[in-house]
């Protein structure tokens, strides 16, 4: 079956109404996005929409007009307005979110906690409709997955530093802020920042922002289907990292590999090498996310006291996968299965819900793992 995905090219920077234009451009309907933003119950506002030149690029800008309010909204406020709406649990939740990740970067900016943030520019009436209106959207056009490019980023706010923590970004000086708090917010929440995946691409769309210069100020989106042959995970490009170590104890390449997934690594593993002079030592390899490596490599060297470390880009073949929940007579288990061509090639029960109802229920291990799968041959 195909998915439908989006792809955001953040070419000329990334702000919520670039990211809201560029969606309608390619084919949310305003009026059904006015209709689904009146759920929140936010009064004095107006959204527009035309069609502007930048750089010679025919783009989609949203204007949204407020009536002018003295009033200076917490965390909890923003997230009261939200899930008080008649929106749809999908989008109260993919906005809440991204309210979230706003909070977190103010609060560590101004050195507060998220919750004692008072939300200015950020929490006005546009930006929780930018917010809310980027997930309505999606959610219109029916985009499974979103994906994203990295972002060139020039002067940016101290929250955005924040945002863009573990995040693919290179940095430039046009004489702008051309990556906002609110843009970097929905791409980290909302994308995965990854190249495109393959697909059939459906439509496009460009949002335009407020400056002109030379590069465009606009967004552009691919709306697209995945080749229902290739399920859309089954290839990805992931970040190898590896050193060899023959001077780390046991009990610290232990730790070492707790470490590295906190930091993020999406795997970790030990191969026994011999090294020059005969002198073992132990080949440490983890796998990350692009884009999301930074915190990795820095877990790499403070705990493993490396001077180097090989990384490189590989690319991964992947089932498509799907988790299921079967009720046993041990309680619920997680159940993890990968399909090829439609059928079920892999089946595992995940390991921490068998290893703690075993020892719940003082039964072996394997008798567990028989009974989540005997419950899954008989859905």
């Known amino acids: 079956m195909s998915t439908k995905i989006a792809y955001l090219d953040c070419l000329g920077g990334v702000?919520?109404?670039?990211?809201?234009?560029?969606?309608?451009?390619?084919?949310?309907?305003?009026?059904?996005?006015?209709?689904?933003?009146?759920?929140?119950?936010?009064?004095?506002?107006?959204?527009?929409?035309?069609?502007?030149?930048?750089?010679?690029?025919?783009?989609?800008?949203?204007?949204?007009?407020?009536?002018?309010?003295?009033?200076?909204?917490?965390?909890?406020?923003?997230?009261?307005?939200?899930?008080?709406?008649?929106?749809?649990?999908?989008?109260?939740?993919?906005a809440a979110r991204v309210f979230e990740v706003l909070a977190a970067a103010e609060g560590a900016a101004h050195k507060q906690v998220p919750a004692a943030i008072h939300f200015h520019e950020v929490g006005a009436v546009d930006a929780i409709l930018d917010i809310t209106g980027a997930a309505v959207c999606l959610k219109l056009l029916d985009v499974k997955k979103l994906y994203a490019s990295a972002l060139t980023v020039s002067r940016p706010a101290p929250a955005t530093i924040h945002i863009l923590e573990n995040m693919s970004v290179g940095l430039d000086d046009i004489g702008i802020e051309n990556?906002?708090?609110?843009?970097?917010?929905?791409?980290?929440?909302?994308?995965?920042?990854?190249?495109?995946?393959?697909?059939?691409?459906?439509?496009?769309?460009?949002?335009?922002?407020?400056?002109?210069?030379?590069?465009?100020?606009v967004v552009r989106v691919w709306l697209g289907e995945t080749d229902k042959s290739r399920p859309l995970d089954h290839e990805d490009t992931v970040v190898l990292l590896e050193s060899n170590i023959d001077d780390l104890t046991p009990e610290g390449l232990s730790y070492a590999m707790a470490r590295l997934f906190e930091a993020g690594?999406?795997?970790?593993?030990?191969?026994?090498?011999?090294?020059?002079?005969?002198?073992?030592?132990?080949?440490?390899?983890?796998?990350?996310?692009?884009g999301r490596d930074a915190g990795v490599v820095d877990v790499f060297f403070k705990e493993t006291g490396t001077l180097g470390i090989r990384i490189s880009r590989v690319s991964r073949r992947l089932l498509s996968r799907k988790t299921v929940i079967v009720k046993t007579d041990y309680g619920e288990i997680r159940v993890k299965t990968g399909w090829l061509d439609g059928a079920a090639v892999s089946v595992r029960p995940e390991y921490e819900d068998c290893a703690t109802a075993a020892k719940e229920h003082n039964t072996p291990l394997k008798q567990v793992y028989e009974a989540a799968l005997k419950s899954l041959s008989t859905r």
């Open 179 to 217: 990556v906002t708090p609110t843009g970097a917010a929905i791409i980290k929440t909302l994308a995965k920042q990854a190249p495109a995946p393959p697909a059939i691409i459906r439509a496009t769309g460009y949002g335009a922002g407020e400056a002109d210069t030379e590069l465009p100020n």
């Open 265 to 290: 690594a999406l795997d970790v593993w030990f191969t026994p090498v011999v090294m020059k002079k005969g002198r073992p030592a132990n080949v440490v390899s983890c796998l990350a996310e692009p």
């Open 15 to 94: 702000s919520g109404d670039m990211i809201l234009g560029a969606l309608i451009d390619a084919g949310a309907d305003p009026k059904e996005l006015i209709a689904e933003l009146a759920k929140l119950n936010l009064t004095g506002w107006k959204l527009k929409t035309r069609q502007v030149d930048k750089a010679g690029t025919s783009a989609t800008k949203v204007d949204i007009e407020i009536k002018p309010e003295n009033t200076n909204r917490t965390l909890l406020d923003v997230l009261k307005i939200i899930a008080g709406s008649g929106l749809s649990r999908s989008v109260k939740h993919d």
